[in-house]
T-cell receptor, first 111, second 114 residues
């Protein structure tokens, strides 16, 4: 079972920041937060991951609350090509379990 | 190769027939994963390989499903006596090592059982 809770859908205006929330209240100390996305008819694509510090890469930023019970993925300037289903996944860093995908958030970027 | 390659991209088969789905991971990737995605649904984990070994087969839906990997490279997912509920996109992914966060997915094989 997925250990995360995400809203089923969100809209975002093109050029604005998209903030996708994820609740993972049962996360344990050795578990990381991973984000993937799946654009229609494609396989999922890795975006970013983190343990407790905020992370940023060329695609997005990941903000993790101090208690680690929730996080937010930020796409700073959403484009139409960012329309996809975004999955928040919790998994141990040692990788003893596979990536378990929940239902994700369907983000629609609107022109 | 440049990415994870899956074949065939589409497969239509008659109910009761056996099918083999192939996955060619990125060269050098020791971890390989199979997922199933039914229409409009999320990804369902099936099985993973570390090298040629599959430590956990509990995700396979029934004993009609089996998978193998050889040479720490190509993997085959076999479905025997296909049923209509097996219709889905079957996705394969690989990563350099099992513990790494970034898994690279193929485009999937769309299986339709008629």
């Amino acid at each position: 079972d997925a250990k995360t809770t995400q809203p089923p859908s969100m809209d975002c205006a093109e050029g604005r920041a998209a903030n996708l929330p994820c609740n993972h209240s049962t996360i344990s100390g050795n578990e990381y937060v991973y984000w993937y996305r799946q654009i229609h008819s494609q396989g999922p694509q890795y975006i970013i991951h983190g343990l407790k510090n905020n992370e940023t890469n060329e695609m997005a930023s990941l903000i993790i609350t101090e208690d680690r019970k929730s996080s937010t993925l930020i796409l700073p300037h959403a484009t139409l090509r960012d329309t996809a289903v975004y999955y928040c996944i919790v998994r141990t860093g040692s990788g003893n379990t596979p990536l378990v995908f929940g239902k994700g958030t369907r983000l629609s970027v609107i022109a | 190769g440049a990415g994870v390659s899956q074949s065939p991209s589409n497969k239509v088969t008659e109910k009761g027939k056996d099918v083999e789905l192939r996955c060619d991971p990125i060269s050098g990737h020791t971890a390989l994963y199979w997922y199933r995605q039914r229409l409009g649904q999320g990804l369902e984990f099936l099985i993973y390989f570390q090298g040629n070994s599959a430590p956990d087969k509990s995700g396979l839906p029934s004993d009609r499903f089996s998978a193998e990997r050889t040479g720490e490279s190509v993997s085959t997912l076999t479905i025997q006596r296909t049923q209509q509920e097996d219709s889905a996109v079957y996705l394969c992914a690989s990563s350099l090592r099992y513990s790494l966060p970034e898994a690279f997915f193929g485009q999937g094989t769309r299986l339709t059982v008629v």
